[in-house]
Structure formats: structure tokens, C-alpha cells
């Protein structure tokens, strides 16, 4: 159609393209002259060369800029152990970074931890994500941090932002802080501004008040500043 520069595919198939990647869906239309792909229903995207498979109801790829975008119940999952959802996704195949905003959860199943935003961007390279805007982590079911703008560095295993958290642990311990750094394997905790509430919730609490500090939180000791409990 279009003068032969439109294909339309409308049984399920599957297309395998020079750069490493093989698309999987119920229906196809590939424009030749913009070089731009659309498929739709129970799409699946394996790329051979980045190692990771993208799922979802709708895709458009831009071929000659690189970049794919996911419309609804888009998942993805890589051979670093790491599974996302969202609505939609925009994957940059060049620089290797995928953004994923509405109802965003990341999983990450090496290390025990998931959290949940709105938007979240994750650079592969780098394995870096940041989310934007309110943000909930659950750490080894031990740990649960609420806050935003939260900045995970995989490699280092470090967790943190800038603006105000809470954090709750598994035993009814609260903590808020103006922002903090976390490192999951230590159990490690660093903030400034704290507030510690032991017992939370519970008849019998303490209050403590800390202009910083650092939390040993798998050995229950700490070293803070201007310290004033209530």
C-alpha cells in the first residue's frame, strides 16, 4: 500500500532485524520510507544483543533513531535480574536507557528489593535508576522507604534522595529524615534531620531527635550529632 512504501501484516508473525532484535505480535505495519515499525497485541521484543525481552500490548520503533515506545501493560526483563513494569516504556537502544512512567514497579529478584513510582529512568551502562516524583522501597521485606526523587546506584548497592523519607522497619522502628543514604548490603544508614521513633504506633515509644546521624541498622547501634530525646 502507500505506493509499496507500506506493509501490513495481520497474522501473527515475527520480524528479525539486523541490529539484534526479534519482534514477536499479532498484527504488524512497517512505513519503509519514515522506517518506522508498529506492532500491536502481545507484543514481544527479544533484543540478542542488549539481553533483554520488552512485553507489550502496542509498540512503535523508530528505526533509524533507535527507539522503541511501549503502550500499555509493558514489562521488561533483563539477564541483570531486574523486572519492570509500567504502562508505557521509551527505550533509547543507542544509549542503552529505558524510561517507564504510570504505576512503575521494579524488581530487582538478585537483591531483594522492590520499589514502586510513577516514573522511573534506568541507565544500563551505568546501572543507575532514578524515579521522579513519590516513591516506596521495600528492602528485603525488612525495610520500607517512603520519599521521592530516589536515586539507586546498582553497583555500589546505594539507595538514596534528597528530600524528606520515612522509613519503617520490621520491628516497629520509625525513622524521618530531611534525606539520607542507605547501603543495602551494610544495613547501613546515613541522614540528617532525624527523627527516631522506637515502638511506633505501640503504647510505649521513645523519641529521639538528631541533626545527623549513622545507623548500623542490622547491629541496632548508631553514632549522631545534637542529640535530644523526648
Given at each position: 500500500t502507500d505506493n509499496g512504501n507500506k506493509f501490513t501484516g495481520l497474522n501473527k508473525?515475527?520480524?528479525?532485524?539486523?541490529?539484534?532484535?526479534?519482534?514477536?505480535?499479532?498484527?504488524f505495519e512497517y512505513d519503509k520510507k519514515l522506517n518506522i515499525?508498529?506492532?500491536?497485541?502481545?507484543?514481544?521484543?527479544?533484543?540478542?544483543i542488549k539481553e533483554h525481552i520488552i512485553y507489550s500490548d502496542q509498540i512503535i520503533y523508530l528505526k533509524n533513531e533507535e527507539k522503541i515506545f511501549t503502550y500499555k501493560n509493558s514489562k521488561a526483563v533483563?539477564?541483570?535480574?531486574?523486572?519492570?513494569?509500567?504502562?508505557?516504556?521509551?527505550?533509547?537502544?543507542?544509549?542503552?536507557?529505558?524510561?517507564?512512567?504510570?504505576?512503575?514497579?521494579i524488581e530487582d529478584t538478585k537483591n531483594d528489593f522492590i520499589i514502586y513510582a510513577d516514573d522511573i529512568t534506568y541507565l544500563r551502562n551505568q546501572e543507575k535508576i532514578f524515579t521522579q516524583g513519590k516513591t516506596e522501597a521495600i528492602i528485603e521485606?525488612?525495610?520500607?522507604?517512603?520519599?521521592k526523587n530516589v536515586v539507586l546506584l546498582r553497583n555500589k548497592m546505594l539507595l538514596s534522595s534528597n528530600d524528606k523519607t520515612d522509613i519503617i522497619?520490621?520491628?516497629?522502628?520509625?525513622?524521618?529524615?530531611?534525606?539520607?543514604?542507605?547501603?543495602?548490603?551494610?544495613?547501613?544508614?546515613?541522614?540528617?534531620?532525624?527523627?527516631?521513633?522506637?515502638?511506633?504506633?505501640?503504647?510505649?515509644?521513645?523519641?529521639?531527635?538528631?541533626?545527623?546521624?549513622?545507623?548500623?541498622?542490622?547491629?541496632?547501634?548508631?553514632?549522631?550529632?545534637?542529640?535530644?530525646?523526648?
Open positions: 508473525g515475527k520480524i528479525t532485524t539486523d541490529n539484534g532484535l526479534v519482534i514477536e505480535a499479532n498484527t515499525l508498529k506492532a500491536s497485541g502481545k507484543v514481544k521484543i527479544n533484543d540478542k533483563n539477564n541483570q535480574g531486574i523486572i519492570i513494569d509500567a504502562n508505557n516504556f521509551e527505550f533509547n537502544k543507542i544509549l542503552n536507557i529505558l524510561n517507564a512512567n504510570g504505576n512503575v514497579k521485606s525488612k525495610y520500607n522507604f517512603k520519599s522497619d520490621d520491628k516497629s522502628q520509625f525513622f524521618n529524615l530531611s534525606k539520607f543514604v542507605y547501603s543495602i548490603n551494610d544495613e547501613k544508614l546515613k541522614g540528617e534531620n532525624v527523627i527516631v521513633i522506637t515502638n511506633f504506633n505501640l503504647p510505649k515509644s521513645d523519641k529521639f531527635y538528631f541533626s545527623n546521624g549513622n545507623f548500623d541498622l542490622k547491629n541496632k547501634s548508631f553514632t549522631a550529632k545534637d542529640t535530644k530525646i523526648e
